[in-house]
């Protein structure tokens, strides 16, 4: 074969492994392009992985391929962006040109360019404009970024580091000064974990402790 497009194609076994007709589906393969031993490498580990991905350079017919890897008993689908009708698409979703700009952070010309066809969006958009095609609500809600009161961080924060100073000091109440000290020196991201960890170590101790009296059996180690 001397015509066709190249085409990156996502392969796996269509019905497990062991119906997959190896010899036919590398001739497939071999037959658009590809050396026979790129081929026969690609569909070895489509088997021993469950799926391979490769760039098939001449491609003359998407269903003819599809129908001779499904015969070998492979499964394909094309990889990278479609092209992709925005206006549809945003009709669709039932919003304006702006509401759909703002809701996936894409500038209002670029919509109206698009929808317009005096530009085309590029490879990167038509990849995004193919997961918001796919998923509009999780996207959009992805994007959300929460409105938070000025200072609540901080406060959040005071109060998680007060909470740990007081834990610590039940697990050390003869280093007071020290257990402040390593508690704001903790980063904000880390407090949380840190008195996790602190709560349960004073958790075991009364326990320890409990069993010791005889008040509580202790737990089997």
């Given amino acids: 074969m001397s015509s066709g497009s190249p085409a990156i194609l996502s392969l796996s076994p269509s019905q497990g492994p062991e119906k997959v ?3 036919q589906a590398t001739l497939a393969l071999a037959g658009r392009g590809l050396s026979l031993l790129r081929a026969k490498r690609v569909i070895e580990e489509m088997l021993d992985k469950g799926r391979a991905v490769v760039e ?5 017919d998407e269903d003819a391929l599809a129908r001779d890897l499904a015969e070998a008993g492979c499964a394909a689908a094309r990889l990278g962006p479609a092209q992709m009708d925005v206006r549809a698409l945003r009709d669709r979703l039932g919003v304006t040109q702006e509401q759909f700009a703002h809701r996936y952070g894409l500038e209002v010309d670029a919509v109206r360019n698009w929808e317009t066809g005096r530009r085309r969006p590029d490879a990167a958009a038509l990849a995004y404009l193919g997961v918001i095609a796919r998923l509009p609500e999780q996207v959009s809600m992805a ?3 929460s409105l938070v009161p000025a200072g609540a961080v901080a406060r959040e924060a005071g109060r998680l580091r007060a909470r740990t100073v007081g834990v610590m000091e039940l697990l050390h ?3 007071v000064a020290e257990n402040r000290r390593l508690v ?3 980063p904000e991201a880390r407090l949380g974990d840190v008195l996790r960890a602190a709560e349960t170590a004073v958790a075991e101790r009364i326990e320890a402790a409990a069993a010791e009296r005889g008040a509580l059996p202790r737990a089997p180690v």
């Fill in 173 to 175: 109440p003869e280093r």
């Fill in 21 to 23: 007709e190896a010899v």
């Fill in 143 to 145: 994007l959300e970024r």
């Fill in 56 to 60: 098939v350079p001449l491609v003359e």
């Fill in 184 to 186: 704001n020196s903790i």
